[in-house]
């Protein structure tokens, strides 16, 4: 009778002492900040790509009246 | 350095809907997408008005506020483009956008949305220019090309304007001095917070 009693007493005691270990370690990963990952598309991605070429001027022109021509 | 803006003269537009229909095959939209349509109010009615309305490219971008994955980034130009790589469908940006710009192809199993499509200015994605790649998921890349979208360079009526913002606001003018103001620059308050006075 002691014996079981002292066997469950170190089963319990082991899996509190395990238990506790890897909830801890868990709540550490967890809490561990990270970076936050917002998209950065670079300077190429972002470069202005508008141009005034004649075809541009073209469509300016022909949307004016032709007196402002 | 120029500021890209559209601009719709609803004192123009005849709603022939040529702008959805070049848009549509300029940029291989798929089906069930309209990156451009044509509003009509009072239809039918006095005082009837057409309204062209696509993604507005806004000063400070609703979409790109509640995006939870942050994939929207404006350019140098000022345009609004995002990521279809990072984007997950979950549908905040349509719910953000007071013009109803962003759509979803719905082509997944069970009701899921699919990567946000919305109008790029025709200046593609965040892909490299005028590749393949950049046109499957973006669409045409004319800004690259030195060339303003279809929708408005084929506009018949030249209701549709778009470019440089200061350009177009005085194209727009030199129309209401000789015309008188009418229903105004449409859609210009909300998106870029001003409007085009006389």
């Not at chain 1, 469950?8 to 270990?21: E, M």
């Not at chain 2, 200046?123 to 669409?139: L, R």
Request: one cysteine or more; glycine letters at 8%.
């Amino acid at each position: 009778m002691q014996d079981e009693k002292q066997t469950a007493l170190s089963r319990r005691n082991f899996l509190r002492a395990f238990g506790g270990a890897s909830t801890a370690a868990a709540a550490t990963v967890a809490l561990t900040p990270t970076e936050a990952l917002a998209y950065d598309p670079g300077t190429e991605e972002m470069r202005a790509r508008y141009k005034e070429t004649e075809h541009i001027k073209a469509f300016y022109r022909v949307n004016r009246y032709p007196e402002h021509k | 350095m120029a500021r890209m803006k559209f601009l719709c003269d609803a004192e123009r537009c005849i709603e022939c809907n040529a702008c959805v229909t070049a848009c549509k095959n300029e940029n291989d939209v798929p089906w069930g997408i309209n990156r451009r349509r044509v509003v009509t109010i009072n239809d039918g009615k006095p005082g009837e008005r057409s309204v062209s309305m696509a993604c507005m490219h806004c000063t400070d971008a609703p979409c790109a506020a509640v995006c939870p994955v942050d994939c929207f980034y404006t350019t140098e130009d000022a345009v609004v483009l995002h990521s279809k790589d990072l984007c997950i469908g979950c549908g905040y940006c349509f719910y953000a956008c007071p013009f109803g710009a962003p759509q979803y192809p719905r082509t997944g199993n069970f009701g899921s949305r699919g990567k946000m499509d919305k109008c790029t200015f025709c200046s593609g994605g965040p892909d490299t220019d005028s590749t393949e790649v950049e046109y499957d998921k973006y669409g045409a890349n004319r800004l690259a090309e030195g060339k303003l979208p279809l929708c408005a360079e084929m506009c018949s009526t030249k209701s549709l304007l778009a470019g440089d913002g200061e350009i177009i606001a005085a194209i727009y003018k030199e129309r209401v001095t000789q015309r008188g103001y009418g229903s105004g620059a449409w859609g210009w308050q909300t998106a870029y917070r001003e409007t085009v006075g006389v």
